[in-house]
């Protein structure tokens, strides 16, 4: 009895994580940005310790960065880039989604306080546009792209989103 049941959990657990999973990375390809940040906030909340992002140079973005590749690294059916050299700079994530004219393009912000969430996501879509960091999906034939200012504070994420 103790076996069953101890199955059944599991495998409720597991399930509603991947699908909660799946819903996450569909709401990226459909620029939801309400559900990614909902999910995000969801995994900050209850997985990281603010410990987890301390850093020696101050570079806290590279913790959240590297969460959202292992996230991103997660569907199978996607070719995630990280750090990738495009335009006139390096992106911080490229997804090439397995829609041939579809990709991604994510930008990663830290903000030191809560009301600076906003500003810097507008930063990151800034650079995103400024940097021509979608050049690296147009040179794959890729036409429809959204690209994504992901900003960061602590346990708490912002998302803007604008298709390009």
Sequence with gaps: VFRLQINEWFKRSI??????????WKALEEGNVENIEQYLNRILSNSISVFDTKTINGEKENSYHNLLVGILTGNAEWLVKSNIEAGEGFADIIV???DPDAGIVIEVKYAKEMKELDAACEAAITQIKDKRYDEALRDEDRCDILAYGIAFCRKRCRVV????
Excluded at 15 to 24: G, I, K, P, Y
Excluded at 161 to 164: A, H, I, P, S, T
């Design 15 to 24: 399930f509603s994580n991947a699908e909660r999973l799946t819903t996450f």
């Design 96 to 98: 090439e989604t397995d």
């Design 161 to 164: 989103g604008e298709k390009f």
